[in-house]
């Protein structure tokens, strides 16, 4: 006579038991995942930052130095304005500078404005479509345009305020923190990155606590002002100003006091120096898609 097999499943205390264990080891993974993630994203930022400094080099080889991130036009209000007095911040001009201002290459005859007109102001020298004359007298694009497309500015922005009246040569070279939603497209971008020239001419760089002042800043290598009307936007989905902005001190430093402590090269004890005092230095907003906070990235090593 053949034993009775008697099957037996699990118990609903084993079942519970089980399924408490995976959610305890879920839950530690969870962050390690997500630290993962975001330090991949930071190490991708870098490599993009390398990539737009090679392609500043060479353009600093064709044109005898790099662009600039502010209007050198006396009597200009606003450092973000370009000779015509139109919005065109330091993150625009190297984007015109890298890829120009239709992705399809740099003129060399561009004096940097948002019409995109030639030094007589008479020529555009980024016509849609493109002339074959014109084509052959474009400078090659710096950075390879299927990684860094151009991004127009009401893409990110819903309320452009002082940039409204800006046309679609109004863009930018978004970081790899692909946290905006497009207001047009719908699709994915970061935010711009921001670009400052370091000014040779200069010897000083302000250190926070001291706030500091329109009159201290020409003083200084970097200006915190180059993409400051760029910067005083906020992000479609955005809810919280940009602590890099903010005007009015907080717990005792403004946006300009943040970005000075945030570039001040500690390492050189002297005098007060900032990084890349005879480049440019590069700035993303990070993963949480703010300027001045912790998270952003540099393209310098702290």
Excluded at 72 to 99: F, K, T
Excluded at 111 to 135: A, E, V, W
Excluded at 283 to 301: P, R
Aim: hydrophobic share 35%; charged share 25%.
């Amino acid at each position: 006579m053949k034993a009775r097999v008697t099957k037996r499943g699990f118990t609903i205390i084993e079942l519970l038991t089980v399924m408490s264990i995976i959610v305890i080891l879920i839950a530690l993974l969870v962050p390690s995942l997500n630290s993962v993630r975001r330090y991949s994203r930071v190490v991708r930022q870098k490599g993009q930052f390398h990539d737009i400094g090679t392609g500043l080099e060479m353009f600093s080889i064709d044109f005898d130095g790099y662009p600039d991130s502010k209007t050198v036009m006396a009597g200009c209000s606003s450092n973000d304005c370009d000779m015509d007095g139109r919005p065109y911040c330091g993150a625009m001009r190297l984007c015109e500078a890298m890829i120009g201002q239709d992705g399809l290459g740099f003129h060399p005859d561009s004096r940097f404005c948002l019409n995109g007109l030639d030094k007589t102001g008479t020529i555009d020298l980024y016509p849609s479509p493109i002339t074959l004359q014109n084509q052959r007298e474009r400078k090659h694009t710096y950075v390879d345009t299927d990684k860094y497309k151009k991004c127009p500015i009401d893409e990110l922005y819903s309320n452009l305020g002082v940039w409204a009246a800006a046309d679609p040569c109004a863009a930018v070279i978004s970081d790899v923190f692909t946290t905006i939603k497009g207001q047009i497209s719908g699709g994915k971008f970061g935010m711009p990155i921001l670009y400052y020239k370091a000014d040779v001419t200069k010897m000083e760089h302000a250190v926070p606590p001291t706030l500091i002042d329109v009159a201290q800043m020409q003083k200084d290598i970097y200006d915190a002002r180059d993409n400051r009307d760029l910067v005083a936007l906020r992000a479609a989905n955005a809810t919280y100003d940009h602590p890099l902005y903010i005007g009015i001190p907080t717990e005792g430093k403004s946006g300009w006091d943040i970005f000075y402590e945030n570039t001040w090269n500690k390492k050189v004890t002297a005098t007060t120096k900032p990084y890349n005092e005879n480049t440019f230095i590069l700035i993303s907003a990070g993963w949480d898609g703010l300027y001045g906070t912790k998270d952003d990235v540099y393209n310098f090593a702290e």
